[in-house]
């Protein structure tokens, strides 16, 4: 279990968020990011830019750039309008759009509100560690991501199939069934779809939520096509779980049934560790997006969690991870059956090699190194020495 995942979007917040990344880098071995712009500007404005190109440099994780952002276009013509599937690339400035992909990111920092020295820095030290693909060109599926969702517009049960898959998927939606009505014609400027999706009542709930929701729009379904296309092929391409948005997640199991099968039985085993072991207190997720601790102490707790970890790739997805946490807790290693005058003369004669003066180790720093030799490490020690403190909202301020 938890080998590998790649992060394209936070399953309710859409950007990838330092919260997200701690979170998979905590129980994955591998975690890959795929950064969009939306991504890269919010890790910029949260300051964890840095924190995310010196964890690349190190090696403990992967990230690739995507300059392109995808987007559905919808073009008024008389009565109706005409859709089509795109992508495209912010440029710098209008007067100044940047040569180079460094430029662009430098100029677009600035925009953002960062230093002219801090953005050409960071754009920089970005670029260096960071490669970057194109999800138009044939990085990722022969003709790109928008010619393939195109192809999925053009075939009228897949079309019909993924619109109701997204409508029952976002807040306020709903199953249309069988009496969902889904016509599409090919004209110049794209394709005209005509549905008898009721978005006025989709739309009045949505408005009714707090916080209230957009309207709903076709040209915002039809662009979930398009997403859960790139998705889908980037899920492909690198392998192992795959993170995204809901209704993502929702039109890709249409497409395919197991593709995510993996990736849904290790976030509800994460989620069922997070309710039951570490029982009312927050996720990593929120603690560090919500600014209770920053990503630098997050890298901290990092360096002392190779032994979770490892524990965790070694958990077998056919017993609930729950239940393996209280095996470990309850299994006895070769030291519990040791007797134990021997195990205290092992002891005392490392303490004696490392210090000499010292002799036979006694009292509370024997007792110590006696019940850490006896017991051996279990994950119970992370959780509770480091994660459980590291979450604890009150503990930076004892």
Not at 47 to 61: F, N, P, T
Not at 223 to 241: P, Q, T, V
Request: with cysteine.
């Amino acid at each position: 279990m938890f080998e590998s995942i790649v992060l394209r979007n936070s399953q309710d917040t859409g950007n990838v968020t330092l919260g997200a990344i701690a979170e998979a880098l905590l129980f994955y071995q591998n975690t890959r990011v795929v950064i969009g712009n939306g991504t890269l500007q919010s890790l910029a404005r949260a300051g964890g830019l840095s924190d995310v190109v010196a964890l690349i440099k190190e090696g403990r994780l992967q990230a690739v750039h995507c300059e392109e952002t995808l987007g559905t276009l919808a073009n008024p013509h008389g009565a109706s309008t005409a859709y089509d599937f795109t992508a495209f690339k912010l440029i710098g400035h209008e007067n100044d759009r940047g040569k180079t992909r460094a430029d662009r990111l430098e100029i677009s920092f600035r925009n953002k509100g960062l230093s002219a020295r801090d953005a050409k820095s960071q754009a920089k030290a970005f670029v260096d560690v960071v490669p970057s693909k194109s999800l138009t060109k044939n990085d990722y599926v022969e003709g790109g991501i928008p010619d393939a969702a195109r192809a999925d517009a053009q075939d009228d049960e897949m079309l019909k199939g993924l619109l109701r898959a997204g409508l029952a998927a976002v807040p306020g939606g709903y199953d249309a069934g069988d009496s969902l009505q889904v016509d599409r014609v090919r004209g110049d400027l794209g394709f005209f779809v005509f549905t008898n999706i009721d978005f006025d009542d989709v739309n009045k709930r949505r408005a009714s939520m707090t916080p209230a929701l957009e309207p709903l729009t076709l040209a915002y379904l039809l662009n979930l096509i398009l997403e859960s296309r790139a998705d889908m092929h980037l899920a492909a391409f690198y392998g192992g779980d795959f993170a995204t948005t809901t209704a993502h997640s929702a039109l890709i199991r249409w497409r395919q049934a197991h593709l995510l099968e993996r990736s849904g039985l290790n976030r509800q085993a994460r989620e069922e560790f997070s309710e039951l072991v570490l029982k009312g207190y927050p996720s990593i997720r929120d603690v560090i997006d919500s600014g209770e601790r920053s990503f630098s102490e997050f890298r901290k707790l990092l360096d002392k969690a190779q032994k979770f970890k490892t524990w965790l790739a070694k958990a077998t997805p056919d017993q609930q991870l729950v239940s393996q946490y209280i095996d470990a807790l309850k299994a006895d290693t070769w030291a519990d059956k040791a007797p134990a005058k021997v195990l205290r003369y092992l002891v005392s004669l490392g303490a004696g090699v490392f210090d000499p003066t010292q002799g036979v180790a006694s009292g509370a720093a024997d007792a110590f190194i006696l019940d850490k030799f006896m017991k051996g490490w279990r994950p119970n020690h992370f959780v509770d020495d480091r994660l459980k403190p590291f979450l604890d909202e009150d503990h930076g301020r004892r």
